[in-house]
């Protein structure tokens, strides 16, 4: 298994990550290893499933769980007949008036993703870094955009 987490205080609200980040099911926004998702069930809520279609050319099929608007949003997922398994866990949290906490897990696991996870430890620890730094990246730069400075 090859499990990375990381997390931050920014000065971004609840509801702009979760507006800029996954209320539209466009994770390909930050996440630099999706080419763009398919087969979308539904909206971002529990039991929705979809494919990620990665820029390597593989598909990953993944159903979401743990769905807290503004708050948590869970996604699991295989491929290979679930030699391969993948979770991710993000977590959002209001530390006062002016600040949250995301909080991104990732992790690999399966007999094959063991493997791979052995093998491939950085490149999944950097691809889970990548993508938590786009998501701060966006939601800080939608943030900054919906204030107005009044002289």
């Not at 509801?15 to 979308?40: G, S, Y």
């Not at 990953?60 to 979770?87: C, H, M």
């Not at 791979?116 to 701060?136: P, Q, S």
Request: glycine share 8%.
């Amino acid at each position: 298994m090859s499990y990375c987490k990381t997390s931050a205080i920014v000065e971004v609200s609840p509801q702009t990550i979760w507006d800029v980040c996954f209320a539209d099911m466009r994770w390909e926004l930050w996440d630099h290893n999706i080419r763009q998702l398919t087969n979308v069930s539904g909206p971002c809520e529990d039991g929705t499933t979809c494919i990620f279609e990665q820029n390597d050319g593989t598909n990953f099929f993944f159903i979401l769980s743990n769905v807290e608007k503004y708050r948590s949003i869970n996604f699991s997922g295989n491929k290979l007949g679930g030699t391969i398994k993948a979770e991710g866990k993000i977590l959002i949290t209001p530390v006062d008036n002016f600040s949250t906490r995301i909080e991104y897990s990732f992790e690999l696991s399966g007999s094959i993703g063991f493997i791979l996870a052995v093998f491939k430890k950085n490149e999944v620890v950097d691809g889970t870094e990548a993508g938590f730094a786009n998501i701060v990246k966006l939601c800080e730069e939608a943030q900054r955009s919906q204030h107005v400075i009044m002289n």
